[in-house]
């Protein structure tokens, strides 16, 4: 059974009693489709630019020697702006990608404090609160992955690992943030591994969900995840696993990621799906289609009421969504054909 942790901070109690009693995590959500929503005919994606998204919301995004990836500050007379690291060296795409998911974060503290200006007091919001923290990732990965857009590419491409790799490249994201996505989206059907070799033995080092990460490759010699690492060529198959002392056969597609000592596997849980499990033989396909059209019942009331209902201490609980990703920026970033990213 998952652990429920529960959201009962300034933040996350203000902006549930402002929109419904509904839950935090479903608000910051909406308000990323209600973004994409309001801007799609100005947003071409996948991938989908946070740096579009902050220039359409008037929003000034500037370079700096700061400690931290990314700072929102919203100052009375100046308004509001996004300070980003100043970046040293050559960009590549994995430093792009981090820079990415930062400015999505960051104009998610921007979206939810502008929908909470003159509810909550200043000195509440300039606290560093980790929920509101928690809010913006998932704020973040709504506007880089919208799930309305993303589902009908995985039934596309499908689920194996070169189609998830592939579809990285296609939203300009972190192979992880990505993972995290589809295995929310498709809802328990899969398990994502990411096992790595160390003298000749394959642990998990990284898993979604998360609970997954003990376990243990058994009847080793021929297992997808071995003839993955040693062909460099995708691999599928039957692998029996330990999990909680239980021995257990998964359906499993493994495949080696370039220039590194990792596997993916993704291993099916059901049988029953839109999406396609097995590889095909031609490679997915990484040219761009019309944006999906977002569906408007998924938006909540743009607009929230004049005044917070009295009670101000309703409790919610939650999954537990890895309160320790949380900090502070993870990120990612897309280089516009017409803005280009400061690499002084």
Known sequence: MKRRTRLQGPVCTALSSLYGNQEPRLIVKSFAVELLYRYKMHMVGPPFSPLEYANLLDVEVEY???????????????????????????????????????????????????????????AELSTEDAEEELLCNIFAAELLMPSSVISEDLKKFGLDPEALTTLCDRYEVSLQ?????????????????????????????????????????????????ERAFMTEEQQSGADTLMHNGKRMRWLSVSQKLVGTYKTLTIMRRGFR????????????????????????QMLLPVEPPKQLSASMTHQHDWDEMDMKSSRRPRTNTRRSASIKWSNE
């Open 64 to 122: 700096g020697d700061i400690e931290a990836e990314g700072v929102f500050i919203d100052h009375p007379k100046d308004g509001a702006r996004i300070v980003l690291r100043k970046q040293r060296g050559y960009l590549n795409n994995h430093k792009l990608r981090r820079i990415n998911f930062t400015l999505a974060h960051e104009i998610g503290h921007y979206v939810i404090r502008k929908a909470l200006k003159g509810f909550i007091s200043c």
């Open 273 to 296: 799906s839109p999406y396609r499990f097995m590889p095909v033989k031609e490679p997915a396909s990484s040219l761009s289609h019309p944006m999906v059209s977002v569906p408007t």
């Open 177 to 225: 943030s990505l993972l995290c996505c589809v295995t929310r989206i498709v809802q328990g059907e899969i398990v994502a591994l990411l096992w790595e070799k160390d003298d000749n033995q394959f642990s998990v080092c990284w898993s979604s969900p998360s609970s997954y990460r003990d376990l243990i490759l058994c009847d080793t010699g021929s297992t997808t995840v």
